[in-house]
Nanobody, 116 residues
């Protein structure tokens, strides 16, 4: 079983930066990849970005080179650095760790609020 803990996020003015962190733990931990999703009020959860254990990444179009994924393999930590934030980036951001068995494990969510 994979435990997922999120931290970071917060409030910032438009144009600012924030980082959210995801840490995976568990016995015999085997991670296939890690993804970030977000859910804005009144909207469905949407995909933001994904990184695999070889640090290959993919981003949604709305990211527009503003966000960067990285990881510390040794500590099973994953980071989403968000720059040039816009008001429409306001949402709860969720980390999803996919185990080598294909099962998804979700974090508790982290609020990101961008004001004008």
């Amino acid at each position: 079983q994979v435990q997922v803990e999120q931290s970071g996020g917060g409030s910032v003015q438009a144009g600012g930066s924030l980082r959210v962190t995801c840490v995976a733990s568990g016995n015999s931990l085997c991670i296939f990849d890690m993804s970030w999703y977000r859910q804005a009020p009144g909207k469905e959860r949407e995909f933001v970005a994904v990184i695999d254990r070889r640090s290959r990444t993919a981003y949604s179009e709305f990211v527009e080179d503003r966000f960067t994924l990285s990881q510390d393999n040794g500590k099973n930590m994953f980071f989403l650095e968000m720059n040039r934030l816009k008001q429409e980036d306001t949402a709860i951001y969720y980390c999803k760790i996919r185990g080598c068995d294909g099962r998804p494990n979700w974090g508790q969510g982290t609020q990101v609020t961008v004001s004008s």
